[in-house]
């Protein structure tokens, strides 16, 4: 045969052979086609859901309507749960999803409260520096303000023809020695006329009276106010200077209507000042004002400060800090031994019933409410979880309980009535009781497996979708056209100190996030509600009290973990506020949302710009998420 023939039909049967080989292929990835729904069938409906976004689900084949990928068929728990927000899972997969638990327990537990201040005088060491006599101011020895004096030391000469008559009849009644009650009488008319008596004495001695007196210092302290200068002619009953003595000093700081339940006299506020970082000034509340300011609506409080050595000034900003035990309802526990009685006029004055004022000698006053001791049942320790449990989401609160099932690990949904948050705790009203355990980590991750299965969860409750409210703005905060411009560019330097907290997270840097926290609640405590008319006062009181608390946690941590965190409730707040009270000139913001922070439960925030700057993963997943609007 010949030779290329041979290579000819070698040729043909190679080609045969591989085309059956393709055949036979394609006929077996059929009948897998074809064996595959009975499969399925026999597993029950197939469901198909996204990756990313494992709220979508449908039963046929398709792109997630969110991000466009490809749904993928999941397996269907067909238990006879599937109503109920439970996760069973083995032992291995609780230690792979890392899941940690705490016992919910009763504990004492403190409320802090934190309030923006200002030094002031203490009014009642205010002394005035008059002239009981008319005459002329001969010379002044404390020429300006400031000058620091002591008691008795001199102030000023008076030229006083009213002083040089009362020095003869002293004179008079001294050398005639028959008559005490002459002698004295004179003697107590130099004193009204504000003459001491080692100046009394003093001319005594001298045998020999003139028109010029010597006016001295009644207390302490430092020159404050200059009135008259040398060579005015005084009238009788006018003041010459004022004398502040500074070892007391008055705080006063403005607390919001919401935090007058944590109030009550004598309770000790810490305090910080700028002149002095890392050092803590101790003061007591004296007075709560009785009245609510209609403009700020807040309500002020004074407190008297110590300070013996002189370092506080009158004129700093102070900054408080409150803390308050709790007890089991949530309100503030009052010490036991809290004096019940105070004087009507000056309130820091407190003792009991049969005593009278230091300072005015009026009888002490029972003091309702604020005296009125907790109930005996109110002894009960607060019933308190770890912040780190409840997935808070608008007005829900949701823990997973870990129910005793030594088989299989179970874990419970369940939502729940919580107090104040107290430091590192959250009070519980209701929903749980004492010696259950609650998730304390890997909340979120239980959470995402029951959405991927279909049950409910916090993101999916039963019937309903309660993130749907927290979307948009509460009922209360419609936008408002007649908000002052400055109280808008206050609102806008706040949200650009809000972009460049976030770009700093994006950024991983926790040093450059701590200093932009700060800075936020610089922001936040310049914003004035006093620029508001009345409605829009009340407005806003709730949102600055709300971004007030969700920057608190950022304050006083050093983990940026924490700070992603506290940036979801902040976003929130902040997004409440420029919906309600505008952002003056602020450039376009972005609202943002990542759908894998946070266990897949996803979270928005807002940037400065249309490329995408994950705050929550930084550099891990720097461009993770999608933009979904802008702020107007």
Known sequence: MNPTVKTRLLVAALVLGALALVLFAARGCGSHRDAAPTAEASQGPTVHSCPMHPQIR?????????CGMDLVPIAVDNGADDDLPMLRVSHRAAALMEIQTAPVEHRPVQLERRFLGRLVYDETRLHDIAVR??????RLFVNYTGVPVHQGEHVAEIYSPEFYGAAQDLLVAHSAGNDPLTFQAARRKLRLLHVTDAQIDALLDKGEATEYFTLVSPATGVITQLDQRQGAWLMRGQRIAQVADLTA???LLDAYESDIALLHHGQEVELEVAAFPGQTFSGHVAYISPELNQRTRTLEVRLNVANPDGRLRP?????????????ATGEVQRPEAAPGYRCPMHPEITGAESESCSIC???????????????????????VIPATAPLITGRRAVVYVQLPNPERPTFEGRTITLGP????YYLVLDGLT????????????????????GRPSMMSPPGEHPDAEDTAAPPEFEARTDVPAEFGQQIAQFTRAYLQFAEALAADSLEQAQAAARTLDQQLQAIDGALLEADAARAWEPVAADLSRALEPMLESDDIAVLRRELVPLTQHTIHAVLAFGAGQVQTVYRAHCPMAFGNRGADWLQATEDIANPYYGSRMFRCGDITGQLP
């Open 58 to 66: 449908q039963p046929e084949f398709g792109q997630c309507p969110i």
């Open 249 to 251: 000093l008055w705080a």
């Open 434 to 453: 004492e010696g259950e355990r609650v998730v304390t980590h890997g909340a979120f991750k239980i959470d995402s497996e029951l959405q991927i299965r």
């Open 421 to 424: 948050r107290a430091g590192d």
């Open 133 to 138: 006599t008319e005459g002329q101011l001969e």
């Open 361 to 383: 000698g009026m009888h002490l006053e029972l003091a309702l409410p604020e005296a009125a001791l907790n109930d005996p049942d109110d002894g009960a320790l607060p019933l």
């Open 315 to 327: 004129g700093m900003f102070a900054r408080a800090l409150l803390r308050a035990s709790l007890t």
